[in-house]
């Protein structure tokens, strides 16, 4: 499939994830609740999407309610980039 991006329009209670491929196809979209259990979901559905290939996430939110989502990536080696919602604006 090649490298994947998957973006994350975090909030208090829950997310909005929409993963795409390098040409740009929408592969995954969906809303989860801000909880551990379906972030992990989402996370291991992300990753088996990438079959070993390039996967980077990046997120609106640095610190609130991204927190969990941030140290869950994080404990699953992820690469997560922050997009300041400034620099979304503008695009």
């Given at each position: 499939?090649?490298?994947?991006?998957?973006?994350?329009?975090?909030?208090?209670?829950?997310?909005?994830?929409?993963?795409?491929?390098?040409?740009g196809t929408v592969v995954l979209s969906?809303r989860v609740d801000n909880d551990e259990?379906?972030?992990?979901?989402?996370?291991?559905?992300?990753?088996?999407?990438?079959?070993?290939?390039?996967?980077?996430?990046?997120?609106?939110?640095?610190?609130?309610?991204?927190?969990?989502?941030?140290?869950?990536?994080?404990?699953?080696?992820?690469?997560?980039?922050?997009?300041?919602?400034?620099?979304?604006?503008?695009?």
């Amino acid at each position: 499939m090649g490298a994947l991006w998957a973006g994350i329009d975090a909030g208090k209670r829950a997310h909005h994830c929409v993963v795409m491929d390098s040409d740009g196809t929408v592969v995954l979209s969906r809303r989860v609740d801000n909880d551990e259990s379906q972030l992990l979901d989402l996370i291991g559905e992300v990753i088996t999407l990438t079959d070993g290939d390039p996967l980077v996430w990046a997120t609106d939110l640095n610190a609130g309610g991204a927190s969990l989502l941030i140290g869950l990536l994080e404990a699953h080696a992820q690469q997560l980039l922050y997009v300041s919602p400034r620099v979304q604006w503008r695009l």
